[in-house]
C-alpha cells in the first residue's frame, strides 16, 4: 500500500541517500534539491518580491524554469498566508482535508492549469515562460512555432496579463477565434496585435480586437486561410478604429477590403500588401476614391497584380500626404501609371521600385519632372527596363520628357536638389551616368547603391572620388567590372564614407 | 468512515484512538491521538481507505523530524489555542537549522499537511530573500547550470524587467 501512495504522491524520486541520515551528513549536506518541484514551488512563491525572485532565477536554471511558472496571483504574501492559518484554527480537530479553506482551494486550482499550460510551452521551446516571468511589466507576448498551446492556455495568459500590449503569434496551429476573443475582452491596453500562419484564426479574432481594443493602433495578418473580408471590414469598420498600420500579407481577401479600408481608414498612415491575389485594380481604384486615406504617409506593394496604371493613379489621387512609396514585383506597372501617379502624389519623397520591369526611363522622367524637387530617396532595384544608354531609348511618345534628359541620371542630376539617397542596383546604368551625377553641382547625395550595375567600370573612378566628397555610403557590390584595385583606392581615399564592395 | 472516529470520540471521551507511527529511518515510534494524526491527508487517507494497521509505516522521514510535525499537529488540534499562540509555537518549530527545515518541507509534502508545508515554505522563503545568488548556491547546495554568458544574459534580462519596480 505504501508503494501505491508514494507513487500517487509522486515521491518515488526522492533521492534515497538522505533518509539513511545521520551517515552522510557530514560528508555531504543535503541540498535544496531534493525538494521536488512543487515543494520549491512554494518556497518560490513565498519570496516578497520581484528582486528577490529575479535572484534566485540567477541560481540555476531550474530554479528560472520554476520562477517562470508563477503567475501573479500565485504570489503569496505574507498576510495571504496569516488568513489561511486563520481559517485553519477555525476548524480544528477536523481531518486535515479542511484545512484547505476555499480560497485556497481556488489558488490551487487555478494553479494547475496555468502550470500545464507553462510546462508545455517549457517543453517546446521556453520563451513563453519568459514571457510571464515578471509579466505585471512585460507587455509584449511572442509565441512563435507553438503547436501545444491551446485556446485554455492563451485564455489563462489572457487572464493574468491584463496589461498585455503586444500580441505576436506565428504559427499556432492550435489557438483559435476564442482564445483571441479572450485577449480582446481582457486586455484593453492591446496595441499590436500580429498573427502569422495560424490557420484557425478567423474573421472573429479581427471583429473581436475591432470592437474591444480601443487602442489597437497596429495589425499585421499574414498567411491566415481564414481571415476574409468580413473579417478586415469589422476590424476597420468598428467606432473608435484608431489603427494607423495595417499590414495584410498572402491572404484571400478580395477588393471588397481594400474598398473599406479606403472608406474606414481614416486613421491610418502606414499601409502594407502583399501577395493578395484575389485583388484586383478595382479593389485598388475604390481604395483610392474611396477619400478615407487622407492621412496615409507610407505604402508598400509586394507582389499584387491589382497595382495597375490605373489602381496607383488612384492611390495617387485618393492619399494627398503620400510621402513613401514602395512597389515591388509588380508586374502589370508601366510608365504611365507611375507618371500619372508622380502628378497626383503631390508629397512624394522616397520612391523605391524593385523588380518593375516594365518601368523605363520614361518612368523615371516623369516622376522627376513632377516630384524631382521634393524626391529625398529613389530607389530602382533590380529595374530591368531602366537603361541610360541613348541608343536603346524608347519612342518619347509615351511621355512627355525634354529631349535634354537622354540620361536618366542626368535628369536626376538637374532636378533633385534634395535627394539624398539613390538606389539604381541591378541597373543598366554606365560610367556616363556616374559622370553627369557627380558633375550636378547642387546635388548633395549621401548613398548611393550601384551594386550589380555591369555597365560601371574603373573609368567611373575619378566620379566616385568627386562624388565621395559628400556620401557617407556607397554600394558597389557586385560591380564585376571595377577592378580590385580601383575598389582598394576607393576605400583608402574616401575614409569617411562605408563602402560595401 | 471518516465520520465513525469522530462519533466515537464524542461518544466516549477517555478512550481516545490513537495511532503509532513509525520512523522506518531510525525505528522511532509516537503514538498520537487519531485526530492529531489525521491532519496529515496522506494518513487520513490510509485511515479512510483501512489500508492502516496498528503501526502506520513513515518511510521517508527521521524520528527527530517526525516529531517536530506531531509537535505542530498537536498544537493545531488543540480547539483552544489561540491564533497568537499558534503563530509563536509554529516560529518556535521553523527555528532550526536550514538542513532540518529541507527535511520540514519533505515531510510536510509527504504528510500533506497544508499548514506545515507553508510555514517551513515560508521560512525558507525568508532565509533565502537577502542573500545573493552566489550565496544562494553555496548555502542550499544548488549547482550552477549556467555559462557565464547564459548567467549574464539572465541576469540582464531582469535587470531590465525589474527597473523601477517598488
Known sequence: MWTIFLLARGLVSVPLFLFSGEIFEEQQPPSIEVLPDECLFEVFRRLPGGEERSTCACVSKKWLMLLSSICGDEICTKKATQTLETEEKSTPGKAGENLACNKKDELVGSNEVEAEAVDQEIESDGYLSRCLEGKKLQMVLSLWNVSSLGDEGLYEIAKGCPLLEKLDLCQCPAISDKAVLAIAKNCPNLTSLTIESCPNIGNGSLQAVGSCCRNLTSVSIKKCPLVGDQGIASLLSSANCSLTTLKLQALTISDVSLAVIGHYGKAVTNLVFSGLENVSERGFWVMGNGQGLQKLRSITVTLCQGITDVGLEAVGKGCPNLKKVCLRKCAFLSDNGLVAFAKAAVSLEILQLEDCHRITQCGFFGVLVNCGEKLKSLSLANCLGFKDLVVKFPPMACCPVPSIFINPLVAVAENCSFLRELDVSKSAISDFGVAALACAAQLNLQIISLSGCFFISDKSLPYLMKLGRTLVGLNIQNCSTISSSTVDLLVERLWRCDILS | ?166
Open chain 2, 1 to 166: 468512515m471518516a465520520s465513525a472516529p469522530e462519533n466515537e470520540k464524542n461518544a466516549s471521551a477517555p478512550e481516545k484512538k490513537t495511532l503509532t507511527l513509525k520512523s522506518m529511518i531510525n525505528n522511532e515510534e509516537f503514538v498520537v491521538d487519531e485526530h492529531v494524526a489525521l491532519q496529515s491527508v496522506t494518513i487520513k487517507n490510509m485511515v479512510d481507505s483501512d489500508c492502516a494497521g496498528d503501526v502506520i509505516p513513515v518511510p521517508t522521514i527521521s524520528g527527530e523530524i517526525l516529531a517536530l510535525v506531531i509537535e505542530y499537529c498537536k498544537n493545531h488540534a488543540n480547539p483552544s489555542a489561540s491564533e497568537d499562540d499558534l503563530k509563536k509555537a509554529d516560529a518556535g518549530i521553523v527555528a532550526k537549522d536550514i538542513y532540518t527545515l529541507i527535511d520540514l518541507v519533505l515531510a510536510a509534502n509527504f504528510l500533506d499537511i497544508k499548514g506545515l508545508l507553508e510555514v517551513t515554505s515560508q521560512k525558507i522563503a525568508d532565509s533565502i530573500k537577502d542573500l545573493p545568488h552566489q550565496d544562494v548556491r553555496e548555502i542550499f547546495g544548488v549547482e550552477n547550470d549556467y555559462t557565464p554568458e547564459e548567467e549574464a544574459a539572465v541576469r540582464a534580462e531582469h535587470d531590465w524587467a525589474f527597473e523601477g519596480f517598488p
